[in-house]
C-alpha cells in the first residue's frame, strides 16, 4: 500500500511533522498501516510521491500513444477508453481504501472528499466503494462519504470559520 501525505516522511514509513494534520511528533504510520493491512507499506509525501509517477509513469498518457491532463483522462475513463479507465479504476479503488484506513483508525461516521482532484471519486465512485467494502473493518458502521466540488469561497469559508471560533471560544 501506498500512502502520501503533506508531510516530512523519514524511511518511508514514519511522518515527523505534518502540518495539514496537526502532527507534531513522529507518527510510525507505515508501521501502523503494516500492522492493520496485509502486504507492505510505503509512506512518502505527497509532491515527491506525485514527482516520481510523473517521472516514471507520465502521468496517464501510458497505453494512450499521447500525453492527457488530469481531466482529458477521466473523461476518456468516463467515455469507457480501456486504458484510461483501467487507471481511474485502480485510483478508484486506491482511493477507498485509503477513506477506509481513516476511518478505520478513527471510528468517523462520515468523510467529505474535496479539492482539486474531487472528481476522481465521483468518475470512479464505484471503484471507491469497492476500495472501501474490502478494507473496512467489519464491526463498523456503515461509512458515509459526502463528495463535495468546492471552490475558493468554500476554502475562504473555512479559514473565517475558523478565525470566528477561534476569537469566540477563545482558542
Sequence with gaps: MGVSLGGRVVDRT???DAPFLGWTT???????????????????????????????????????CRPVTYDECLDLAAEGEPVAAAVVTRS????????????????????????????LAEVARTAVDEGLRAD????AAP??????????????????ATVIQSHVLGR
Design 26 to 64: 513522529a507518527v510510525p504510520l507505515g508501521r501502523l498501516l503494516q500492522d492493520t493491512f496485509a502486504g507492505s507499506v510505503t509512506v512518502d509525501n505527497d509532491l515527491l510521491a506525485l514527482t516520481r509517477a510523473e517521472h516514471w509513469f507520465g502521468g496517464a498518457s501510458v497505453g494512450l
Design 92 to 119: 478508484g479503488r486506491a482511493l477507498g481504501r485509503l477513506l477506509a484506513a481513516v476511518a478505520n483508525f478513527t471510528w468517523v461516521p462520515k468523510i467529505v472528499v474535496t479539492g482539486e482532484g474531487v472528481r
Design 143 to 160: 461509512l458515509d462519504v459526502d463528495i463535495r466540488h468546492s471552490d475558493f469561497a468554500h476554502w475562504a469559508r473555512g479559514a473565517a
Design 136 to 139: 473496512r473493518t467489519p464491526r
Design 14 to 16: 514514519t511522518v515527523t
